[in-house]
């Protein structure tokens, strides 16, 4: 039921493309599903292009429109800034609204770098103090699977952890005759693969163990090293004419290979790549421990596969949970038993996580630190993979 | 983009439970996501307890309670019904809002009686001359792999059809002492696992195969006669005293078997359960035709399987098609390859149909007269069961 | 270890065709793996055709080549007579075995008729009391994921049972212009899909289930009615001449669905198709109890699924367990955890368990009794068939 | 057809444990399954213990049974020597055989150093002048979907290598009292998860890919560093007592992960660990190109998932290819379509391969010259393991 008396929180939105597009479906949904301490109000949007970001406000269903997201942010009736602009924007736009005293919710990765990541986190540091909330986009978090997978590690269900193992697959670009899009520049996106799915499989790798990564040893790849320059390309890129004939140089990986320690002992396999024909947005991920095992694929994300070592072994074996009962995490707010919830979901489940912790005044996860710390296990890949694969320890 | 002179068009939801939550996840989100030639407005929601109807208006997103479907019916800001009551008051309320000009959109099954379907088809066939439309909810065809299967057989992919195979397994009631609920009452459900579970099977199997069951012969069963009055029962049932101890018997069906013939020589199995412990919602079809064959499951309502008989037996197998594609259906307005639909998406597509069956004027599929033809199976499922399986022909 | 005191078993084959060579697999393996009481020795094969008797004799390493099965049943170096020739032949070379005094292994299924079936299990009967054994060849009964579920079942795992769904799927004759095999005329082969593949999906679901189908209500369907004749084919069946293009009829079924009871009040649903294009050798089964369900697949015969209903449904789901630990059946003298067994080792299982039943003199199961009863639930489906699907019971 | 001319060829083998029973039937099965040059002969088998060894020898099947292996090389009626003892005397048996005139099949890895394995290279050099085959057993190169999907790589159906990525992964030793067996001390051992299972995945990994690794970056770990004594412990190893207190020190890798690259550019990722609870002898691979991908898993040998790139997007995804069609490698001579292999059907098909080998004179695959290349690469990723993971090229 409905609280009458739950007080508003106006959310405003900077950036409306996949994941404005993404997130707006999450501060749409969040309220019809979940009993929450506050009701989000989708305030304002905020875009370049005037008539674009109009049209998408109308479209998602945000209140106003702004141009600047310096107005946005000064908003009256924000109160917090959802940040979901590419990587290079971060940085900035948090750490303003942080300072005028909004509560930021910021796409992942935190940043481009591990400079911008240690701004923002002391950005964060000091608001935690006035009780704002900053929170980093990790929505594969909160997949009711990989929540439950989490409870469960942390319910020692198996055991002292020995191996985790993950791949983050995709296939885009397999075609040499791909264009040289801003994402495989490294001037614009940072990093190529490594960035887009290395930070994914990190977060969640470090957060389904419970601790962290303390050193990497890293190899990257950049198969096709020049691609055709999209049609309106800049000219710097190779003075592009008429044709389609000019190309120009990759800058990032096209996939990233490494592998790691924890604390504890455990070691980690991890593998990130744009090349992996037939795979879409395939995640998989599997974590051994001496009581027990647990697999995820993204691909079947309403499903968990658990194998008990506790059993005999005559009547054990992995077993498909369907992530669908009202006991498992988010899932009392949905539908009945073997009803499948999707992508966007996670996006609902994140908007109502910060909601609960702004309205409980607790840092949220994951932290900015949280996100500061994926950063640096991601520089040191680079640095190992620079440096001939030695192994190279994650600083603290 | 969104065109900003797209017509309104608004909708009153009847029932407010869990078709109504679905319902209004549809009529919620439809339009942030597709180019609709008329903009839903969530104008009214009815049910018989105001405050419960208010605060699902609240939560939900409808700008008006109504406690009177009549009411609701008459409101000039309502221009398309939308059942979601149980089956014994479909046909009233549909027939009603018909005949008061509005387009309707019918919850399956269509009604509880082959008699009532025939009313309410004749309704539509009048409402349909004057331009209105009337369409019925059997939701999983707007799956997109449902809708592309539909689309292979249509294109011959499967060549001539030999076998249909389907099961819709759940398991929620086997413990004998799950409470004697309103579904588990022919007066109130019509039916048990033949009517909730088989009339989805019947409808998906004909829609596949495009044609429609000439025959069955059937088996239906009870397995446990008694169960444990709710809590709050009604006296009719057996003057439940003060414990929990009083028993009422269980008048449907706990799960339904039939096997059928289409017209084109072609030969079907179908099985309905509420028995099968550990299926939560499992719903698995299988057409073979000579040239190839397609299965899909609903717990993987992303996949669609597919085997192309054409090829070299040594190349072939079922291959896993991710039904995440920009050219598969409705999934170029949603997220990227391989990035999962749900459950709830399948009422997003059924709202964008019917809005653009209404503005196209033409009869969206299902109609009423599908819905109609199934009953008409189910009856002949009935009929064959009390007729010691014997071969009964569907009435055309 | 080898027991250096093992009295030898003598063998002798009839029949050297397909079933020839997997039991000839069966008896040359056996003694390599199990401690048996007693040592097969490979007597003598029979086959008509004398040059390719010994030719096979050779191959499959029997000692001696008979073309007369009657000589091969006379002889003193046979104790065992294994009959793997058609089913037309069964009970004849069955009957006279045994009144030799001879052990008698009977491929599947039993005879073509309820009338031979019943011949052959009286001669057992006698045979019985003079300390013969008579097993008929369901040699899936050996695959060890099948012996350990239905150890499973008999353990109580399950609980009570409410359905067992099965089919059995085969594409080999999807081909319109497939010939017209002798597996396809009624006066050789008995019937089509229902003998064929019928035969082993009715027992397994009764042994399964450990009870026996009280009745069926069944629908049978010859798709392609008439079919080229093979080169060479008789002329009776329509005068060939010397084209390719003359066709007879098709006489038997190619696929039948049909759905039984059982006397505990549970339900089964059964298909057998050869029409089920991309299904190679597709048998799967299913049970559901319920404490409990179970699932099995013949193309990944290493493996058991199993549903625990009695534990918590946010840890429950199918587990797979891997049917190869040193606890499963049969595993023990096979390799070590994880490495598959295939398709023959269900006839060297079969091998073992006839010597084992010889050595302790007690009757084997499947038993003639058994095979009888699965002749006469496969009658009751023809005649189902033949009465419009009509609920037929079957004879105690 | 037995060819009643084929000459006969006599084996010896020595060893008669696990891999002595594996050999021992391949070389039983494989003459009545192949049409062969030759006719193996079971010559003799060798052993330390004359009573076990003669038991083995009637159990499995050969003539005679020998103590010393040096009188079985020396015997006339063995021409092939099959060496299945531990790798410690791998080189020893093997040179000699060779140097005796012997063809050797010689079982995985091929030596427990880089030294042995090249002398072996040497006298295999010589032996093939003088007209001897020389064969590594790496079975697994002989399961029908690993042929044939190196047959399908040959014909470019995936085009461009970008990944191959591969885990062998076991679970026997999780527990840490399992006691510290002979397997776990390098001084018999040599390595651990690392020879025990890298070795069959560097193999497979090139044997799929057609090309060879050039250089590697690994990190090894051993979860346990002390384990129990067996029973009977030598006194060595600590002066175990009577009770089973005393523990020793596990003196080789628990689990081995490695990148790699192939002088194409290919970048490859491997993993083996006897630490994976739940998975008893899974053994992944799968190989991405720019034209196709393909994947296979031993624990579904007779599967291989294959993803035809070059097909439209919104019908492609992985197939799943029953590899048990008579047009699949070694399928012909076995079982009608679907019937399942076992994981000891390499073993015949590595013995037919064997025999083929010596009679058309042609050195086998894989050679003693491809044994010692996975010895380079295995002694380069324990280098690499020294040196804190730096990449370590392999010396061609």
């Known amino acids: 039921m409905e609280n009458p008396e739950a007080k508003t929180l106006g959310v405003g939105m900077v950036g409306y493309a996949f994941m ?26 905020c875009g370049r292009d005037a008539d674009a970001v109009r049209a998408a406000a109308d479209r998602h269903g945000w209140a106003a429109a702004e141009t600047d997201w310096r107005a946005l942010i000064a908003r009256d009736d924000v109160q917090v800034v959802d940040v979901c602009t590419p990587g290079d924007s971060h940085a900035e736009i948090a750490i303003a609204a942080l300072e005028a005293g909004k509560h930021v919710l910021c796409e992942k990765p935190l940043a481009n770098s591990v400079a911008e990541a240690e701004a923002m986190v002391e950005a964060a540091r ?13 929505n594969y978090r909160r997949a009711p699977a990989i929540a439950y997978a989490r409870r469960m590690v942390a319910d020692g269900r198996i055991g002292v952890l020995r191996h985790v193992r993950v791949a983050y697959l995709q296939d885009w670009i397999v075609d040499p005759d791909f264009p040289l899009v801003w994402r495989l ?30 050193g990497v040893s890293a190899l990257t790849e950049t198969f096709i090293r020049e ?7 800049v000219a710097g890129l190779g003075g592009a004419g008429a044709g389609g004939a000019a190309r120009g140089p990759v800058t990032v990986d096209d996939a990233a290979l490494f ?18 024909a037939g795979r879409k947005n395939s995640l998989r991920i599997e ?18 596969s658990f194998h008990d070592h506790t059993e005999p072994a005559a ?8 992530v669908t009962e009202p006991e498992h995490p988010y899932l009392e707010a949905w539908w009945p038993p073997g009803h499948a919830l999707g992508y966007e979901h996670t996006f609902v489940h994140q908007a109502r996580d910060m909601v609960f912790a702004i309205a409980d005044g607790t840092g949220p ?32």
Chains 1, 2, 3, 4 share one sequence.
């Open 126 to 138: 000091r608001a935690r103090e006035r009780g704002q909330v900053a929170m980093v986009g990790f």
């Open 20 to 45: 404005g597009a993404a997130h707006s479906q999450g501060w749409r949904t969040v309220g019809s599903v979940f009993d929450l301490p506050a009701r989000p109000a989708m305030s304002a949007v």
């Open 185 to 214: 520049r490294r001037e614009y996106a940072g990093s190529g693969a490594l960035g887009d799915l290395g930070s994914h499989i990190v977060d969640l790798a470090q957060h389904l163990a419970g601790e962290r990564l303390i």
């Open 315 to 322: 009547d054990s074996g992995f077993r498909r949970i369907l």
């Open 259 to 276: 592998t790691g320690r924890f604390g504890s002992g455990a070691v980690a396999s991890f593998e990130a790549s744009r090349f992996a």
């Open 227 to 233: 691609r055709p320059l999209p049609a309106g390309a």
């Open 287 to 304: 974590l051994n421990g001496d009581r027990g095992s647990l697999a995820f694929d993204l691909e079947r994300l309403n499903e968990l």
């Open 365 to 396: 996860e994951p932290s900015f630190e949280d996100g500061l710390q994926v950063q640096r296990v991601l520089a040191a890949v680079e640095e190992s993979a620079e440096k001939s694969c030695v192994y190279t320890p994650v600083p603290v």
